[in-house]
Structures are given as C-alpha cells and as structure tokens.
C-alpha cells in the first residue's frame, strides 16, 4: 500500500512572468528568474529558506545560481512540456521524506524571441534524425498531429469536432487580458484558417510565445505561515510511453497519459464527479481531446462530440483551459507550466475567468509529443 | 528562384546500418528475434520483449496497411518543392509499424483511404541512403 500523499504538501508561491507574450529583451534564463522572483514574493518567502530547486529547459544549478539559491534537492527531469507536474510529484516526494523542505519550480522559455537558447532536435545519428526527419518531420506541426487521423478513422471523430476544442478556448481566453488571442472565433473560422498539416488548421496549433512561470511547495504544517491560502496536492501521476511518435503503441490513445492520470487518482481518491476545474495541456486542439479520454471524464472516442456539445466552453459543466490555454492565451514552447497556474490561480479565486466555487482542479499534460506525461491534482479544501 | 535546402540524411549507426544497407539494396529488413519468435523495430541490440540477443535481421514482405497520416502543407527544410505530402505511420504485415511517406498516389487535402493496402518502394536519396516509402499496393511501378 502506498503512502497517503493527500493534502502532505501544498503550493505556497505561484506566480509568471510580469508579462507573456513576446519579450525579446529578456533571455531564456532571465524568464526563469523572473517568474521565480514573482513567486518568491507571492509566497512572501525569505529566498533564503529554499532548499530545492527544480527546472526543465535551462538546468536547474544554472536557475539556482542565477538566483543565489543554495539547493539540496535538485531535480532536472525535462522530458518536455509536462516537466512541471512531474516535477510536482517528485516534491511531493521529497518534501515527504524530509528530503528538503521548500522546493521552486521554474519555467522560462525565450520560444519566440529565442534569446539566450540553444538549439532544437537532435542530429542525423539519433532515432529521430534516422526514422523521422527524412520524411519530413518539421516539430510539433506536422509529428505531434500524426495520431489524430486514427482517432477519427476509429472512432468517427470529425474535422468540425477538433476545430471546437480551439472555439471552446478562445471563449475563455477572451475574458483574460493576458491572453495572446482574444477575438471570438467560430468552427468556420478555424476550419478557413490556413492549413498546417491536414487534418490540422493553424488555429488548432498553439502559439509560439515566450514567457515563465514558478511554484513554491512545501509540507502542508509550513504552508500555513504564508501569505496565501495554501493549494494542497491531492494526487500526482507520470508516465512515458514512446520515444518518437511513430513509436506510439495505438495511435488512439497515450499511454503516457493513461499512467499518470491512473496514479494521481489512485493517489487522489476521489471520483471524476469531484472535479470541478481541468487543465489539459493544448498543444493542438486533438491533446485535450485525449487527455480527457485518459482521465477517464469519457470513454475512448467520445471526447469529439463532447467539447462540441460545448461542455468545456464558459458556461459548461466542466471548464477547461480557462486561461485560453496553449491555443489562445501563451504556449512559450514547454507549457505544462501555464496550466499549474491556471490551477492555482482559480483554486484561490483569482483567475482572470473565474470559475465559481472551485474545489478540485486537474493540470495534465502530454511531455515531448505524446512521449511522457505528467498529472497533478489539487484543492483547496484542507 | 527558390533553391530548395537539402533534406535531413540519416547517419547509421552500429545498431541500424544492416537496416539501411538493406534499404540501400532495396530490401527492407527488420530485426526478428528467434527466441520470442516476433519481429520488431526500430534496430536495437537486443530483443525489446526478452531482452534476447538472440536477433536476427529478416527481409520482411515490405507489405503493410496505413494506419495514420497527416498531410503537411508546409515544407520541412529541404521539402519546399513537395507540398503536400503525407507523413504517415504504417504497419507492416510482420507486425511493427514505422514512419513514411505515402508516394505514387495523389496526395490530395482529403483522406486516403482508412486501411489502405500499401507495399514499400525505395527511394535512392544519395549513393549510401534509400528510404523506403510506400505506395498503394500494386501501384505499377515508375522507370
């Protein structure tokens, strides 16, 4: 039997950059500092006490130096955009075992402005660079978007079905100033928008932005001494599955997804009924579609019809990415990071498009396509 | 005048130049493992399922079905002059699936056909590297 994890640990410090968007005077570490900074002072913690650090993109030691923090717990996992939950999870961990006992967790992403970044993609030698590229493969546009056709050739799932994940969020992004996108747009709007990658419009693929984001955790007995009302950690799940897309087992579904959700639930105890809130990580409209199938909210293959019956959407019965997501609000490359925020933002009460009477929300993300995956569940109920 | 970039080469490695001496030889082979008796791939040193380094590379029939695409309408470095063109997964009939391109078909906006039949064809992209794409199964075959 596992330890019970719930409500151990606590979020205490949640904050991004001062602004997202484009910001090409700041570099890729600078974007980390500055969200760490912001959180810092959210939680009101003297920088001093933080023992651990943890950071995808830019190594962790380089953050903590950058910030004059002396660690002694430092996780590096960067498997892609859902490191931030993964590194949720392994906090949980650590602060449990009296490992550490304040960790930060930063995400800072030049994706746009690309300053102070290195390269992308590896070389001819690799898997990729063998089995991949030669056909073609350009990132994310045309490689995370392979799977999708299974879907619908599977299940039925339409064209005008994907195009409502990205209607559905840009609804929500509309009521947040911060967002990128904020005109409302219609299914023919996203269906007319140029084509990247059939069956995928340019208004199913994310921004490309910069920005950073932190979180500051601790034990649940610590977390009363802070400014803010504390957002426990009810459950926490990862997985990885493939290695490249094309390595995927079933082109319907992520296993990746199925593992984390299935732990964080199992961790969590509670029903799908419970949540009140979800955050499914947005690269293109068809990851949320998925990760709902995974989370188990529908069964596999019902997730077309349901973001269009517009349950997802301001006003329906289970709100999703309403900070307007990856799509609509900032996607700075590894987003996994916005989406935490967006959890803790609405669990106290202050997001841009609050969601009345939040108790539970969910942030999942997919890690390197479809390759890993990350799940975090929080409260706000002690 | 627009000059075309040239296009991603694969580099073999120990564990995959039988593969692509294969290919070179336009005979796809894959890794077959004689202790659990099922093929796999991409190349390894050893058996995926057992962890036998009982492995042997077979040529395999290069017979498959489709089993997902997308059709990409922007060009990766070196593609400018092919949009659109479909990158898909298929399965060969030996059981594992790999990417590729679907060639010597039209390569519309619509769908291909869900399950299509397909057989591997090799395109010779410099003196050491063919790639093996695939076409709709006895497509009659150019040159």
Not at chain 1, 279 to 300: I, S
Not at chain 2, 13 to 40: M, N, S, V
Request: a negative charge; hydrophobic letters at 40%; one cysteine or more.
């Amino acid at each position: 039997m596992a330890l019970d994890l719930r409500k151990k640990v606590a979020i205490i410090g949640a904050a991004e950059t001062d602004s997202v968007g484009v910001l090409p005077s700041i570099t890729q570490l600078g974007l980390h500092a500055q969200a760490a900074r912001n959180a810092i002072r959210d939680a009101g913690i003297d920088k001093s006490e933080i023992d651990g650090i943890a950071s995808a993109g830019e190594s962790p030691v380089a953050v903590a130096d950058y910030l004059d923090i002396q660690p002694r717990y430092v996780d590096g996992t960067s498997v892609g955009g859902s490191s931030y939950m993964i590194h949720v999870a392994h906090a949980v961990a650590a602060l449990n075992a009296g490992y550490c006992n304040y960790v930060l967790i930063t995400h800072g992403e030049s994706g746009r402005s690309r300053v102070g970044r290195g390269g992308f993609g590896g070389g001819a030698a690799t898997l990729p660079g063998q089995f991949e590229a030669p056909y073609g493969t350009m990132g994310p546009p045309n490689t995370f978007t392979v799977p999708i056709v299974a879907h619908m050739q599977k299940y039925g799932t339409t064209e005008e079905q994907l195009a409502s994940v990205a209607v559905a969020t840009r609804a929500w992004a509309a009521k947040n100033p911060r967002a990128m996108m904020r005109d409302p747009i219609t299914i023919e709007d996203v269906l007319n928008s140029r084509l990247i990658a059939w069956p995928v419009h340019l208004l199913e693929c994310c921004l490309v932005t910069d920005g950073g984001g932190a979180l500051i955790l601790t034990t649940a007995e610590r977390a009363r001494d802070f400014k803010k009302p504390p957002v426990y950690v009810l459950g926490t799940g990862e997985g990885a599955e493939n290695m490249m897309i094309s390595t995927m087992h079933d082109f319907t579904e992520s296993r990746a997804f199925e593992r984390a959700a299935t732990r964080a639930f199992a961790q969590a105890q509670i029903e799908r009924s419970d949540v009140d809130h979800l955050m499914l990580y947005d690269a293109f409209a068809h990851t949320p579609m998925y990760g709902l199938e995974a989370l188990g909210f529908v069964k596999p293959g019902e997730s077309g019809p349901w973001f269009a019956a517009g349950h997802s959407a301001p006003g329906g019965d289970l709100p999703i990415n309403t900070n307007g997501g990856g799509l609509s609000y900032t996607h700075t490359g590894m987003y996994g990071m916005f989406a935490l925020q967006e959890s803790v933002r609405q669990l106290r009460g202050e997001a841009a498009a609050q969601v009345p009477d939040v108790k539970i929300s969910i942030a999942h993300g997919p890690a390197g396509f479809f390759a890993a995956s990350g799940t975090v569940i929080m409260t706000n109920q002690a | 005048m627009t000059q075309a970039r040239s296009k991603p080469l694969p580099v073999p490695t120990p564990e995959t130049a039988p593969y692509w001496e294969g290919c070179k030889q336009h005979e796809l082979r894959i890794q077959f493992c004689t202790d659990c008796q099922q093929h796999f791939f991409y190349p390894r040193l050893f058996c995926p399922r057992c962890l036998s380094d009982a492995v042997e590379w077979r040529a395999v029939s290069g017979k498959g079905t489709l089993l997902t695409y997308v059709i990409s309408a922007r060009p990766a470095p070196g593609f400018e002059n092919e949009t659109p063109y479909a990158i898909a997964i298929v399965k060969l009939d030996e059981g594992p699936h790999m990417m590729t391109n679907i060639v010597n078909t039209e390569i519309t906006l619509a769908t291909l056909p869900a399950g299509m039949a397909v057989e591997v064809v090799f395109e010779d992209i410099s003196d050491q590297i063919s790639l093996p794409k695939f076409q709709p199964a006895g497509t009659a075959r150019s040159g």
